[in-house]
């Protein structure tokens, strides 16, 4: 190895620490899918139910253990790592939403229980306030009809469909992955008792037989070994291509992107205390952030995924910095890895915003 690069390993070793010396975390905030859950929609068929004994669309035990882990993850960034808030709760530094859903609201409790661990809760005169020192920690939501921060595909259901119908399912990618499964669909129709006539007709069908497979839940009558992969394939390729086009995640994210500028220009202000903003939601809701910031995924988020967007102080300016499921996200709008100097950032979002304006509208 020459001189010259030993010296440029070595000056580049010196910049990391320096950075790390200087870097101080000011502000973050986490969007979280819920953990593993029941089928959204039974099959219609009688045949093939499933007795799904905690309902439809329901958490289940294995979906509160993932969010109490990642509840455990969290507090070693934040709160022994980073130091952004304090060991033991402070409302005026955290705030946690949810959409207004079993799941979601479930699996934002679970996630606390990992990040407020036993033992930090509060003391009355040196006795504990709840047993085993539990920390309760309010979780706000929202109706869904009035959710537009985290249930805007809900609100602006039309226009999400208008635009998958323009950008979605007439690609190249679609009409291929469809013509390629279409000898299935009368099968499968038959096995679900759902209308199966076209790809986006099967989501629901894949779903089921996805979490059948994950839980050893016995599998449809008539369902061919080469089916039942095709569905397994297809479960995470449908949904992560429908909230692909960058127009679709602006129209879902515009209104989070906005509330996650406006709460980081706070924290750079000092006008805020809140320094964690924790959001409990949807797969939807990250493949539409991932999208609308130019990074769209390829495979649906899997149960507890996570994206954080992180605001960093360094020699007095300021970063964003973005993780998806421990991993830094790199985005298009510098030649800068990991950090992003946040007004260049702010305005891409800002434009993000502003390109998007549809009229609000609900399905019945």
């Not at 980081?264 to 493949?287: G, M, P, Q, R, W």
């Not at 973005?322 to 946040?342: A, M, R």
């Amino acid at each position: 190895m020459s001189k010259f690069v030993m010296k440029i390993i070595v000056l580049l070793f010196i910049f990391q620490i320096t950075l790390s010396a200087s870097e101080k975390l000011i502000f973050a905030s986490v969007l979280f899918r819920h953990g593993d859950r029941t089928p959204t929609k039974a099959l219609l068929n009688k045949k093939n139910a499933h007795n799904w004994k905690l309902g439809l669309g329901e958490l289940t035990p294995e979906g509160m253990h993932q969010e109490y882990k990642l509840g455990e993850y969290l507090n070693d960034r934040y709160i022994k790592h980073f130091t952004l808030i304090p060991e033991n709760y402070n409302s005026n530094k955290i705030y946690v939403r949810a959409t207004d859903v079993n799941r979601t609201l479930m699996s934002a409790e679970s996630l606390l229980y990992g990040f407020y661990p036993l033992g930090t809760g509060p003391l009355i005169n040196n006795k504990t306030a709840l047993p085993y020192r539990f920390q309760p920690v309010p979780i706000h939501s929202a109706l869904t009809l009035n959710d537009k921060l985290l249930s805007s595909r809900m609100i602006y259901t039309h226009e999400v469909h208008k635009l998958q119908k323009k950008l979605v399912y007439n690609s190249k990618a679609w009409l291929n992955m469809q013509t390629g499964c279409q000898n299935y669909f009368k099968n499968w129709a038959v096995i679900s008792g759902f209308k199966i006539d076209n790809l986006k007709d099967v989501k629901f069908l894949a779903s089921n037989i996805f979490i059948r497979e994950k839980h050893g839940i016995k599998q449809p009558k008539g369902l061919t070994n080469t089916g039942k992969d095709t569905l397994l394939k297809l479960a995470s390729w449908i949904h992560a291509e429908q909230y692909k086009p960058q127009a679709i995640g602006m129209l879902i994210s515009k209104d989070l992107i906005k509330q996650i500028i406006d709460t980081a220009k706070k924290s750079i202000k000092d006008k805020s205390a809140c320094k964690l903003f924790l959001y409990s939601a949807h797969d939807t809701n990250i493949l539409g952030l991932m999208s609308a910031l130019g990074v769209p995924l390829d495979k649906n988020p899997h149960y507890a995924s996570f994206m954080a967007i992180e605001l960093y102080e360094i020699n007095k300016k300021y970063f964003i910095k973005l993780i998806y499921n421990k991993k830094e996200v790199k985005l298009h709008l510098s030649n800068t890895d990991g950090y992003y100097p946040f007004n260049t950032f702010a305005n891409y979002c800002n434009k993000v915003v502003q390109n998007v304006s549809p009229r609000r509208t609900i399905d019945n």
